[in-house]
């Protein structure tokens, strides 16, 4: 919001939604008319490049902090990060996409961690790319609803359960606003594949081109396959 003083041709500007102000004092090039540069974005109270309503919507509260940012080809890979974290830290991934050793066949080690997009916006979402070649994410060693994976897409993941995401070991992870293509299971599960003894909360997330090859073809809800 921007708010102009005729009086003495100051201007106002409300912090909580304007951010990037170039010109502090804009030029008058005309009368009543001022030339500015503005940069808006939603509220980032805290200050972690998150936007606020991203942090409600993943955490229920806008008070957590980005603990590692990870981009392609830079000096941590995924696992790298994942493998540096404690309970309750963030991992943000910036847009791009990340293949290789290091970026898929992850497993979160039974840490309640968060994967997250820098951006919310479904359009811009950091791809994990698997190749064909292995799954995305392993939940498997009892992790729980503090384990998060928001904002992210896989793609061309592969494997005979759960092509895109394994849940098992009592694991119990939440999905949200994500993206999950063109993944391929063997046996159960193309895209995601829940066992008897995990449990999963899948939010706003879209699943589509997935496929499973096997005369089993059992990727139905029975066999908590998706």
């Known amino acids: 919001k921007v708010f102009v003083e005729l009086s003495n041709l100051s201007w106002k500007w409300d912090e909580d939604e304007a951010y990037g102000i170039f010109n502090a004092n804009p030029i008058n090039t005309t009368t009543n008319y001022f030339d500015a540069n503005i940069t808006l974005r939603d ?4 200050n972690d490049w998150l936007p606020d309503w991203w942090e409600d919507a993943c955490f229920g509260n806008t008070n957590k902090n980005r603990s590692a940012i990870v981009w ?3 000096p941590l890979t995924i696992q790298a990060a994942i493998d540096m974290a404690e309970d309750g830290d963030i991992i943000m991934l910036w847009p791009g996409e990340y293949s290789g050793d290091g970026n898929r066949d992850l497993t979160f080690s039974g840490k309640n961690i968060a994967l997250i997009s820098w951006l919310s916006d479904r359009t811009g979402q950091p791809t994990i790319a698997c ?4 799954r995305a ?3 498997i060693s009892g992790e729980g609803a503090g384990a998060i994976v928001a904002g992210i897409a896989i ?6 359960r759960g092509g ?3 849940i098992r070991g009592g ?3 939440r999905i949200m606003y994500s993206t999950i293509r063109n993944c391929r299971g063997t046996q159960r599960g193309s895209a995601i594949h829940v066992e008897y003894d995990g449990y999963l909360l899948l939010q706003n997330c879209e699943i589509s081109g997935n496929s499973i090859s096997s005369e089993v073809n059992d990727n139905d809800a029975l066999y908590g396959g998706a």
Not at 43 to 46: M, N
Not at 131 to 134: L, P
Not at 155 to 160: K, L, Q, R, T
């Open 43 to 46: 509220p980032d109270r805290d």
């Open 131 to 134: 190749g064909g070649e292995t």
């Open 155 to 160: 793609e061309s993941g592969f494997a005979d």
């Open 137 to 139: 994410i392993n939940f």
């Open 171 to 173: 694991a119990s992870p």
């Open 164 to 166: 895109g995401i394994l």
């Open 72 to 74: 392609p080809g830079g």
